[in-house]
């Protein structure tokens, strides 16, 4: 939940690509997330980019039903000739969320008396 998320990209069209402009966020929250990122990726080549987790989980979160949305807006800084491929949702559960303060409380069976033996021969 509090990882970075992670998506993979494939690049399939012709020309390497060495930047993507990416917008990601929460359902249908106007407050988006924006990452490049530059490397190679030659044609029909995957990578998967770690995105930088911001304020993704303040902006927007539901209790349930929530997705996580993802479009690559720009590759080598141009508008892709083919965009029907750039934008990508996935649903996701949030979980159980502890309070601030955890307590473990330990029960002995009060055998040891103190002294450690040392069992090995």
Avoid: H, R
Avoid at 51 to 74: A, D, R
Wanted: aromatic fraction near 10%; charge should be negative; proline fraction near 3%.
């Amino acid at each position: 939940m509090c990882a970075k998320p992670i998506i993979t990209v494939q690049n399939t069209g012709s020309t390497s690509i060495t930047s993507l402009n990416i917008d990601y966020w929460m359902n249908n929250n106007s407050a988006k997330e924006t990452y490049t990122w530059t490397g190679n990726l030659a044609f029909m080549d995957t990578v998967s980019i770690s995105l930088p987790i911001g304020n993704l989980w303040t902006n927007g979160v539901l209790p349930s039903n929530n997705k996580f949305n993802v479009e690559l807006k720009k590759a080598n800084n141009t508008t892709d000739n083919y965009s029907y491929n750039n934008k990508y949702s996935s649903g996701f559960t949030l979980p159980d969320i502890l309070t601030d303060s955890l307590t473990i409380e330990v029960k002995t069976n009060n055998i040891f008396d103190g002294n450690i033996q040392n069992t090995n021969s």
